[in-house]
């Protein structure tokens, strides 16, 4: 299987979930994907991006086409799968995957809306979650650089 692939192709895989924007792939993104690698070794590290119609970063975001962010991601060691999801959640990706553990930053650890529902469907279908510290984000480097 090619490491960048459809949502669908992924159906079942479980493993590990890490789902979001990744646009300006930089270091912080990539201590997150080596983090959620290490949950679990033996699991596949699949990466589902959110599609550019429903990224709302502000103008001009993302920087990056969902294909571009999808390359610079599969370019990485630790991750087996990329796919694109054309939805402005990770539900679908979760319902898909089934994932055993669902990977997201420390920011959203007790955060409500879309990611307490996120929460939820991982754990409807018997997976755990996992916060990673937070290192910086895409919007804190592109406003340090007065983008």
């Known amino acids: 299987m090619q490491k960048i692939t459809s949502l669908s192709a992924l159906t079942g895989i479980g493993g590990i979930l890490a789902h979001g924007c990744f646009d ?12 959620a690698r290490a949950l679990c ?3 596949p590290l699949t990466v589902t991006l959110t599609a550019d119609a429903f ?5 001009g975001r993302p920087i990056f ?4 962010r999808a390359h610079c991601l599969a370019a990485l060691e630790c991750v087996d799968h990329v796919a694109i999801c054309d939805e402005s959640t990770g539900l679908s990706a979760i319902e898909a995957i089934r994932p055993v553990w669902y990977v ?3 920011e959203y650890e007790h955060a409500g809306g879309i990611s307490a529902m ?12 996992a ?3 937070r290192w910086s984000s895409s919007t804190s480097i592109l406003e340090r650089l007065g983008v």
């Open 24 to 35: 300006v792939l930089h270091i912080g993104h990539i201590r997150h994907l080596e983090a």
């Open 118 to 129: 996120e929460r939820e469907a991982v754990q409807l279908y018997g997976g755990q979650m």
């Open 131 to 133: 916060y990673t510290d």
């Open 41 to 43: 070794l033996t699991g």
């Open 104 to 106: 997201k930053g420390k």
């Open 55 to 59: 990224i709302r970063k502000g103008v």
């Open 65 to 68: 086409s969902a294909a571009d």
